[in-house]
């Protein structure tokens, strides 16, 4: 499957939807085509994602590392209502946003490994990767220093009026942080194109939010700046999908930011290096089991669009072709030369 027709593609258009198909209350059916294309995003980030854990155990990533396993839905289902043009911003779990884009597997693979062929030339690691021709502005390490970023994101997109929207992705955790809220009271002063995505996994690090948030409804957190929000179910890419159309065409009609908190979770620890004692292992298999994202998908395709077994193992074997070839080449393109190290330090002008 090429990489262009692949993750870069816009989600394609619905096909009419059938009048005696039941619908569920405030979320909006996909037709078959939008089933399969959200079905195949999220399973390459969860496949990429298993691989780029099991190369960390072998030594071959190193530093730090953060899965987005259980996640998928927020970006993907934000990415299908975006439009082409819109930029996207995160933190540092970061490779589903980054795949979702349309960056090259084996350049995001490459750039886990430090070599050459990696979006940053094998110096940046997990937390340091850009694609300015993909739109996608980085995934930061500093937490929440992306929110003030993707808001001067917002800023060059109203004052160069380009009709785009900055998608600014962060946690539960880095919601927190003073910047956050700085961020939120100049893009609401000046009515600035962005959308907020908290993408609340529960823990911030291994602190429970109930621990470290006084207010736990974080699409409450723009209220004393007039930021309209709403909590939206992370863990189904049609509620998200929904979510995000309302907010972008806000925000694109000139309105201002607008806050989506996306209820989601991650099964793996916080990084490579976290047990996750803070969680029992019964509520890690609960949430796998009733709420998957992709299993939710997987399941309405077998059920409602009758499509087959040997049709979806059939996609899942060419996402793994696509991440094996990425991890074969993350594991044989040279590393950068030592003289490396004295470049790309400073822009001249």
């Known amino acids: 499957m090429p990489a262009a027709s692949r993750a870069g593609s816009r989600a394609p258009k ?9 619908t569920i209350p405030n979320v909006l059916q996909f037709s078959k085509e ?23 155990g072998m030594g071959l990533i190193g530093g730090f590392c953060h899965l987005y396993i259980g996640q998928e839905a927020v970006v993907v289902g934000m990415q299908m209502a975006a ?6 911003i995160t933190g540092y779990r970061d490779h589903g946003h980054m795949l979702v884009c349309g960056m090259d597997p084996k350049g995001v693979m490459a750039e886990l490994t430090g070599r050459r062929g990696g979006y940053s030339k094998g110096k940046g690691g997990s937390m340091h990767m850009f694609s300015k021709e993909k739109n996608f502005f980085g995934g930061h390490g500093i937490v ?4 003030s970023l993707g808001t001067g994101l917002a800023f060059a997109n109203w004052y160069r009026n380009n009709g785009r929207v900055s998608l600014t992705y962060f946690g539960d955790g880095a919601a927190n942080q003073g910047q956050v809220y700085e961020s939120f009271n100049m893009a609401a002063l000046w009515k600035l194109p962005v959308v907020y995505i908290i993408e609340n996994n529960r823990y911030a690090m291994g602190t429970a939010v109930t621990r470290a948030s006084a207010q736990t409804d974080f699409s409450k957190r723009g209220l004393s700046f007039n930021i ?15 979510a995000g159309r309302r907010a972008i065409d806000y925000c694109r009609s000139g309105q201002g930011p607008y806050i989506l908190e996306m209820q ?8 490579m290096s976290d047990p996750a004692k803070y969680r029992s292992k019964d509520e890690v298999t609960r949430m796998r089991e009733e709420h998957d994202p992709i299993e939710q998908v997987r399941r309405r395709l077998l059920g409602e669009w009758k499509v087959s ?5 059939t996609i899942d074997a060419k996402v793994r072709e696509i991440v094996n070839e990425a991890a074969e080449f993350a594991t044989h393109d040279p ?12 822009l001249d002008a």
């Open 228 to 242: 309209p929000g709403e909590q939206v179910d992370g863990m189904d890419v049609r509620a998200v999908r929904d």
């Open 14 to 22: 619905g096909t009419p939807r059938d009048p005696a198909k039941k």
């Open 309 to 313: 077994e040997d049709e979806l193992k």
């Open 335 to 346: 590393e950068p030369d030592p003289s490396e190290l004295w470049t790309d330090v400073l």
């Open 144 to 147: 929440g220093a992306q929110v």
């Open 83 to 88: 439009q082409e043009g819109d930029q996207v």
């Open 264 to 271: 989601t979770y991650r099964y793996r620890g916080h990084s």
């Open 34 to 56: 939008e089933e399969l294309h959200a079905y195949r995003e999220m399973l390459l980030i969860r496949r990429f994602e298993e691989k780029a854990g099991q190369m960390y």
